[in-house]
């Protein structure tokens, strides 16, 4: 259990300094009304973008020994904490306040991740029935093609459904991640799982792109949180067995609450008080404004 903690916990670090990057990126590149291979390429040609995802990958390598070793309720809290940890960073690096709702914030992620800790369980099981596998490739085929349709629309609603996509795809990549039979290279290219597991981060990351430059970060952040957070949570207690610690229940859902409630706050860190969740500039500056962290 030692190993997966810190591995997601250095994953956690990668993905909030990442974060700052990635956003910067995409509100660099010129809004698109549609996916098209354009969009890719001025994404690829921004070294925030690059830097930001490159950070991502390294995370997520990371995430990996995580997912196969950890409950997924005390993995997905873990990671989805890199909010905070974005917070910290954009006071460094790009000269950003924190106000004391953001330090309450940390405070709880902080406190909640050490309860849900204390109270989490051995893992359940890495495996489950073929229908399984099947069943994330199909969400994963959903997952995009409500993003080819949301893709045309604009606005906080687009932001909050783009971003809800963006937590499905992510949460599906993780789930996949915890099943994929790896026994052998044979076994990884038939499994279902695995295909689910490339298009789920591919079409997270782009919904997620295209969610941050159709509304605030707030709006793009905070449904996907919800979504990529319980989501597989719910999945690995009631389908792959996860569990707590035998007395330790309170403990963990205390904690695995707190810490999704500190994260969910902070998805507001950096955007000025009483702002409306209007559309974002295509070519606006985030450099005051930073950025949250795509979900996980």
């Known amino acids: 259990m030692l190993l997966g903690l810190t591995t997601a916990l250095v994953a956690t670090v990668c993905f909030g300094f990442g974060a700052v990057f990635q956003a910067r990126g995409a509100r660099s590149a010129p809004r698109a009304d549609r996916v098209r291979a354009g969009l890719l390429a001025a994404l690829l040609r921004s070294w925030q973008f690059i830097t930001g995802t490159l950070l991502d990958i390294v995370g997520f390598v990371l995430s990996i020994v995580a997912l196969r070793t950890l409950p997924l309720f005390l993995v997905q809290a873990v990671t989805n904490a890199s909010l905070a940890v974005t917070a910290v960073a954009a006071v460094r690096l790009l000269g950003a306040r924190l106000r004391r709702g953001d330090l309450a914030a940390i405070l709880a992620v902080v406190v909640g991740l050490t309860l849900l800790a204390l109270g989490s369980g051995q893992e359940g099981r890495n495996h489950a029935a ?117 007395g330790f229940e309170w403990c963990a859902l205390t904690g695995f609450a707190v810490a999704v409630g500190g994260t969910f706050a902070l998805s507001r860190f950096g955007e000025p008080e009483g702002e409306s969740a209007g559309p974002v500039a295509p070519h606006r500056d985030a450099a005051s404004e930073p950025a949250a962290p795509p979900p996980r």
Do not use: I, K
């Not at 604009?154 to 994929?180: H, I, M, P, Q």
């Not at 695995?194 to 793009?220: D, E, K, P």
């Open 130 to 246: 073929p229908a399984f596998h099947w069943s994330l490739l199909a969400t994963t085929a959903a997952v995009l093609l409500a993003t080819l349709v949301l893709v045309r629309r604009r606005g906080t609603a687009a932001a909050a459904g783009l971003g809800l996509l963006a937590g499905v795809g992510f949460g599906v990549t993780s789930l996949a991640v915890r099943v994929l039979d790896a026994s052998g290279p044979v076994a990884v290219l038939t499994d279902p799982a695995a295909y689910a597991l490339a298009a789920g981060g591919l079409g997270g990351y782009l919904a997620y792109a295209l969610a941050l430059q159709r509304g605030t970060v707030t709006a793009a952040t905070a449904a996907g949180t919800v979504t990529e957070t319980f989501g597989p949570a719910l999945v690995g207690v009631a389908v792959l067995g996860d569990a707590t610690r035998p």
